[in-house]
């Protein structure tokens, strides 16, 4: 799922690469490619604006089978036990069979666009969506468990762990909710939109702000433990690994972060906005980037590849435009979609 597990690191399975980028296979649909990729038993798993979710072969990026909602899909699809779960900007959540793109079943949320990535634990699928709410669903029957409101408009990701739910909303709050009820433990107030998805780990919550800071929460209480400034805008969803947090900033640096203290361990500087959420494997950090002072559908978009211990660039990727995808790195391949309308497939030695 989105991040990689429900706590959302940003920890892949991998094996990643270091060295020697080429393409090993491309995948035109028929609009831009904002959704991140699942990978599960040699499939990958992806949504585009042209209104289908695909899945291709991992090996050669063959079209296995393609499901039409009724709009654009940006949110990013869950695949749990066989069945892919993943929101529409038709305002549908779809259960579909893996295996076939069968439909399961559907739920209608409350507004048409849904770009949240679902969560899938423990037989319950959570998700949020324009109309500020987040939705806890049986995962079996498309039943509506819950719902939570905010005060905007919910375009972050859920985390799960240990029975509670955390997630971001327009209104500027982190909350955390009992994940068998939906009744809310704490709110943190950020100074403006939480876009980013939490990342979960050793009792504490790492999320993003649009005030430009990333914030280290107590995942118990919400009690901030310290703030760390990245420019502006952040809406990177951190990945935390071995005590470090890696994050992207909109002022041009991927950061490294101590993850109890929040001091800055590197900062690499990319050639200008890393708008996607960074996956970690075997001591490299994957991250896309967009080159371009003003975000256009003619920037270029890359995907780098830096040393997890000391940030020096081991080598970028060039792909045609602009991407919002966060790239999941399996079985040697970086798999990661672009506004040019292509999934990408990118291995190397």
Known sequence: MFRGDPAH?????????????????????????????????????????????????????????????????????????????????DGYVYALEAATGQEHWRFRMGDAHVLSSPAVVDGVVYIGSYDRYLYALDAATGEKLWRFQTGERVKSSPAVVDG?????????????????????????????????????????????????????????????LWRFQVGYLASSSPAVVDGVVYVGGMDSYVYALDAATGEEIWRSQTDDFPNSSPAVVDGVVYIGIVEGAIIT??????????????????????????????????????????????VYAITGD
Not at 45 to 57: F, I, K, M, P, R
């Open 164 to 224: 509670v739910v955390y997630i971001g909303s327009d209104d500027g709050y982190v909350y955390a909710l009992d994940a068998a009820t939906g009744e809310k433990l704490w709110r943190f107030r950020t100074a403006h939109c939480v876009f980013s998805s939490p990342a979960v780990v050793d009792g504490v919550v790492y999320i993003s702000s649009w005030d430009g800071y990333v914030y280290a929460l107590d995942a118990a209480t919400g009690e901030e």
């Open 297 to 342: 559908d003619t920037d270029d978009g890359y995907v780098y590849a830096l040393d997890a211990a000391t940030g020096e660039e081991l080598w970028r990727f060039q792909m045609g435009e602009v991407l919002f995808s966060s790239p999941v790195v399996v079985d040697g391949v970086v798999y990661i979609g672009n506004w040019d309308d292509y």
């Open 9 to 89: 690191t940003g920890v892949n399975p991998g094996p990643g690469f270091e060295s020697s980028p080429r393409l090993l296979w491309r995948f035109q649909t028929g609009g831009n490619v904002d959704s991140s990729p699942a990978v599960v038993d040699g499939v990958v798993y992806v949504g585009s604006t042209d209104n289908y979710v695909y899945a291709l072969e991992a090996a050669a990026g063959e079209e296995i089978w393609r499901f039409e909602t009724g709009d654009w899909v940006i949110s990013s699809p869950a695949v749990v036990d066989g069945v892919v779960y993943i929101g529409s900007d």
